[in-house]
């Protein structure tokens, strides 16, 4: 079995190794080092801030930063989803000002996008389904299916707001080619707006729209650095001054230090995200670029950039899949009578075992990279999608992952213990935005 394995691993990094060699020059590498760093930052905050344990013969979700406060300044480290949104900026500012030289569609652009993204979500969606299913059909309480299938399902809320804001590129694209950085202001302060009314004036609802306007702001940085608008001298002013926004924002405003949310807090700064998640996102960003002489260098090297490129090959499997791995190790330790759950989460012990679950927990993430990278690399459509195929499309998607990530899929009532519509909406949007009849469009003008 170990020989088995060490060959698999052999056989993928020598296909990540043949790629790596084969990258064009003027390939700008540390935009995927970037993306690779971000998405493995996000599997080890998740993969420390999860802290179960075991009181009175039962599994309790454990909170890190609840449990220990001065855990919550290391978010504003590990809360990198503001550096995706500027590679993903930086990305689709090159692909959609490619797609425009070429003549392309917007159809034939995004629907390529959709499908490259959704693919590898639609078969974790599936398996949590079956499981909550037979978890509750076989009578283990409800609570415990719910608890997992939400644990579990944690990282499609990114999906559905990164495939909104890759939606309106072209909008965004013609906003930043004609207005510069006033496009990134202004977006700037829609966020500031947002939070006032909320926090001064106490109006419902409306800072979902910072959804829109914080990540949309970090996404136009991506376009300025597409077109060497932010060189690193300049760059590292905007990770000073975002530092000190965010400095100030926490230390004298309303906001908490953690910039994810806390079990108990009254203020989240990431569920919807807020002006202080914008000035971290601003600082990272800065600091990010300001480093990039440097790290392009250091992906000169051809072995640091094969584990970029291994790395990045697999990357939607790995944040998809990274808490389904963690579930099922804490499944394990429950039945094997709750053995490494009963120390206190945060202690000196607990913080000496980490090393030993993080093992745990990539050998339980392997398989399944095994199993269902190959989603991740079908490749999406080049053909023109009718756009009220993709609109509708998209919508359905973004509702089923959005009312995941809030109510989760398991259901405390009705005999399969599941919210089948809940689950069909991203199965039907996929199939509404890629199996229907296919048009041919007119090139976008």
């Known amino acids: 079995m170990n020989e088995t394995t060490g060959a698999v691993r052999k056989n993928i990094w020598s296909r990540a190794k043949d790629m790596a060699q084969k990258s ?3 390939r700008n590498r540390y935009v995927d080092f970037l993306r690779a760093l971000s998405i493995l930052a996000v599997v080890v905050g998740h993969w420390l801030v999860a802290s179960p344990y075991m009181k009175d013969g039962a599994v309790e979700g454990g909170h890190l930063l609840g449990i220990l406060p001065w855990t ?7 809360q990198v989803m503001p550096l995706f949104f500027l590679v993903g900026g930086f990305s689709n500012g090159m692909s959609w000002a490619a797609t425009r030289r070429k003549g392309g569609s917007y159809a034939s652009w995004y629907s390529g996008r959709l499908q490259r993204l959704i693919n590898p979500v639609l078969p974790l969606f599936l398996i949590w389904t079956l499981v909550a299913m037979f978890g509750t059909l076989l009578g ?3 609570s415990v299916v719910a608890m997992a299938a939400q644990l579990a399902l944690i990282p499609v809320w990114f999906l559905a707001v990164y495939l909104m804001v890759a939606a309106v590129v072209p909008l965004t694209w013609m906003a930043w080619r004609r207005f510069g950085f006033a496009s990134f202001w202004m977006l700037v302060a829609g966020a500031v707006l947002i939070d006032v009314a909320v926090l001064r004036f106490d109006v419902p609802y409306v800072n979902f729209l910072n959804f829109a306007f914080v990540w949309l702001a970090i996404h136009q940085l991506g376009f300025a650095w597409s077109e060497g608008r932010l060189a690193p001298n ?3 002013w905007w990770g000073v001054g975002g530092l000190a ?16 949310g806390v079990p108990g807090e009254g203020l989240s700064n990431s569920m919807p995200p807020t002006l202080a ?6 600082a990272q960003s800065g600091f990010a670029l300001a480093l990039q002489p440097a790290g392009r260098r250091m992906l000169d090297g051809i072995r640091i950039w094969t584990s970029v490129v291994f790395v990045n090959g697999m990357i939607m499997t790995i944040y998809l899949w990274h808490l389904t791995a963690f579930v099922l190790v804490m499944i394990a330790a429950w039945l094997l009578g709750g053995i490494g759950l009963d120390v206190p989460p945060g202690s000196a012990a607990w913080w000496l075992a980490r090393p030993i679950w993080f093992a745990l927990y990539i050998a339980a993430l392997f398989p399944l990279i095994m199993a269902f990278a190959r989603y991740e690399r079908a490749s999406g459509s080049d ?9 509708v499309g998209l919508l359905l998607i973004c509702a089923g992952l959005g009312a995941t990530a809030a109510i989760s899929i398991a259901s405390p009532e009705g005999v399969t213990g599941v919210r089948l519509w809940l689950v069909a909406l991203p199965f039907v949007g996929a199939a509404v935005a890629q199996f229907g009849p296919v048009h041919r469009l007119a090139r976008s003008g």
């Open 24 to 26: 064009p020059p003027e």
């Open 72 to 78: 919550q300044w290391l978010t504003w480290g590990f």
């Open 140 to 142: 283990i309480e409800r």
């Open 234 to 236: 300049n760059a590292l």
């Open 245 to 260: 926004a965010l400095g100030l924002l926490v230390g004298l405003g309303p906001y908490p230090v953690a910039m994810i």
């Open 277 to 282: 998640l914008l000035a971290l996102g601003i």
């Open 383 to 391: 053909k023109a999608v009718a756009h009220w195929r993709l609109i």
